[in-house]
């Protein structure tokens, strides 16, 4: 894993991440995204099988529904290929020509 990719999987991931682990998935998985979609789905798992919401009356309210939605946004956009990892090759090449949009310019 080169510098690249573990600068894109903590930005991913946060800074907080165990770079060993992540070095140790990388070298089992091949991707920095099959690892980052490892670690979220891990994440997501846990945070499933606590409580979602806490309420102590008159006290205090905690709600954890809206980190659920975040981590499976975070993991759908990972799955779309949102943001290309710097380890994945670009699938339109160099000798691949993009669409391009052609506009009439407004007279003068």
């Given at each position: 894993?080169?510098?690249?990719v573990r600068a894109?999987?903590?930005?991913?991931?946060?800074?907080?991440?165990?770079?060993?682990?992540?070095?140790?998935?990388?070298?089992?998985?091949?991707?920095?995204?099959?690892?980052?979609?490892?670690?979220?789905?891990?994440?997501?798992?846990?945070?499933?099988?606590?409580?979602?919401?806490?309420?102590?009356?008159?006290?205090?309210?905690?709600?954890?529904?809206?980190?659920?939605?975040?981590?499976?946004?975070?993991?759908?956009?990972?799955?779309?290929?949102?943001?290309?990892?710097?380890?994945?090759v670009d699938q339109?090449?160099?000798?691949?020509?993009?669409?391009?949009?052609?506009?009439?310019?407004?007279?003068?």
């Amino acid at each position: 894993m080169d510098n690249a990719v573990r600068a894109w999987l903590l930005a991913e991931l946060g800074t907080d991440t165990d770079i060993t682990d992540l070095t140790t998935r990388y070298t089992r998985l091949g991707t920095a995204r099959a690892v980052a979609l490892e670690v979220l789905r891990e994440r997501l798992a846990a945070l499933r099988a606590q409580p979602t919401s806490v309420t102590v009356t008159n006290v205090v309210a905690v709600n954890f529904t809206a980190n659920l939605a975040a981590y499976e946004r975070q993991i759908a956009r990972l799955e779309a290929g949102d943001p290309p990892a710097p380890d994945e090759v670009d699938q339109a090449g160099p000798d691949t020509l993009g669409i391009i949009q052609l506009r009439e310019r407004p007279r003068r």
